[in-house]
């Protein structure tokens, strides 16, 4: 299999901790893309229309995207068991919509901030970004605290690699601060040799 990587990419890191965590990274081979929304750059736009990394080739079937469409077939190929059968699923997918919808957030923030022409640029744009990241990281806190506790799951992977995301790109938002619960949730996560080996300035 090939996969569409680049390591500051907090949805390729997701797909790469997955195959930490399964011992099969050795079942991909890494193939480097970059660019951004006014330049495609070396990213698969003949593999995926919508440009976007990560995403899979397969030997016996079309190319997979998006995150979460090649996690759940990874997760079958190698019986990763990081989905676990309903009714549990429906907390896990939710949990991994919540941490993808802060990466996503926080990449458009980059892209805004580092893209687009700076006379163009919107500061009140960016700060709805940020709000949709404070309202989930508040979540985040508050109600999910128990099932990040609980067993390893790809809906705590998702916000693993979103933290760290911001973390990457956006530390002078210090989201620790006003997370203490999350924030030592992170602290240990982000010690899981899978999460370490991915790590975007790793
Ligand atoms: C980044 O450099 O922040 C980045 C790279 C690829 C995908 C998303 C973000």
Redesign the pocket.
Known sequence: MRLYH???????RKVMVLLHEADAVDRVTLIPA???PLDPGTLPVDRNPLG??PALERPDGPTLYDSRVITRYLDDLLDARLYPAAPHLWDTLTLEATGDGI?EA??LM??EA?VRPEATRSPAWIEAQWSKIARSLAALEERWQSHLAGPLDMGQIAVGCALG?LD??HADRDWRATHPALAAWHAAFADRPAMRATA?DA
């Open positions: 680049a390591p500051a990419s907090p949805f390729v970059s660019g951004n976007k990394i990466a926080a990449v980059r892209y580092h995301y990457f790109r975007p």
